[in-house]
């Protein structure tokens, strides 16, 4: 089983910026992919943005494109999502996502509110 464990997020005013962390436990090995997926009230789970662990292709909602940029660090297991010009529609739960081999594991969520 793999845990995920996330950070980051919190109450910011549209425009501003956030930072999430994500960083992954237990049976690491043979991660293909890991992102970020959100959850509006009221709506199903979306993708955000993810990453192939071994070859960096992301691929990237059309919502946060040349908003957000995923990052990872192979050698210490962690994604960061950088949130930039932050819009209240962004505000959701954000959950980090693994996958590996043919399991998807899910961390448990941070809340990210956009407000003025």
């Known amino acids: 089983q793999v845990q995920l464990v996330e950070s980051g997020g919190g109450l910011v005013q549209p425009g501003e910026s956030l930072r999430l962390s994500c960083a992954a436990f237990?049976?690491?090995?043979?991660?293909?992919?890991m992102g970020w997926y959100r959850q509006a009230p009221g709506k199903q789970r979306e993708l955000v943005e993810t990453i192939i662990t071994s070859s960096g292709t992301t691929n990237k909602a059309d919502s946060v494109k040349g908003r957000f940029t995923i990052s990872r660090d192979n050698a210490k297991n962690t994604v960061a999502l950088q949130m930039n010009s932050l819009k209240p529609e962004d505000t959701a739960v954000y959950y980090c996502?693994?996958?590996?081999?043919?399991?998807?594991?899910w961390g448990q969520g941070t809340q990210v509110t956009v407000s003025s």
């Open positions: 237990r049976s690491i090995f043979s991660i293909y992919a």
């Open positions: 996502n693994a996958v590996r081999r043919v399991s998807t594991y």
